[in-house]
């Protein structure tokens, strides 16, 4: 479940990012001010109550519909899912930008234009894996920064009670 949720998460971030950054530069070409900055901002938000509502839905499903000696163990698998997809999704997001950098370089060599030129086609790659490596990472480090302290802690609410007081039963209440 942890895992999916760190997928989920990091495929509407980089869905998100992508429309964002097109918006952005086409509001750039208007030369309307406000929009360049808002733009960001709103896809930003949407990305972390994405993840936030994420997180409590899984964790509400946790804690209503698995049996209460279930539970605990299954929180513990929560947070070790969604640290390891988290770690996944940052090095797949490292390992597709570094690649689409290397081509992009190779193009410059062999042809001998300029990296960001618009006649180099490992531009979009490079464009490509700048956003994957910015977006997905991040947005499934986000996930995991927010899931880890919540449901690591979550087990130790779980755990039964003692049917009685741990009290001796010498204890009056009054000294």
Excluded: Q
Aim: glycine share 12%.
């Amino acid at each position: 479940m942890g895992i999916a949720g760190s997928y989920g998460v990091a495929w509407f971030g980089i869905r998100v990012n992508t429309f964002a950054n097109s918006r952005t530069a086409f509001a750039s070409l208007k030369g309307m001010p406000h929009p360049i900055y808002a733009i960001p901002l709103r896809a930003g938000m949407s990305i972390g109550m994405m993840l936030i509502s994420v997180e409590l839905v899984i964790m509400l499903f946790i804690l209503l519909f698995v049996p209460a000696d279930f539970a605990g163990p299954c929180f513990i698998g929560f947070a070790i899912g969604e640290s390891l997809g988290a770690a996944a999704l940052r090095i797949a997001g490292g390992i597709f930008t570094k690649i689409a950098d290397i081509g992009s370089d190779l193009m410059k060599i062999v042809f001998k234009i300029k990296e960001d030129d618009a006649r180099n086609p490992g531009v979009i790659a490079d464009c490509t894996g700048d956003n994957a490596g910015d977006s997905v990472g991040p947005s499934a480090d986000g996930f995991e920064t927010y899931v880890s302290p919540a449901s690591r802690s979550s087990p130790s609410f779980c755990w039964p009670c003692p049917t009685r007081p741990c009290r001796s039963s010498s204890w009056s209440g009054s000294s």
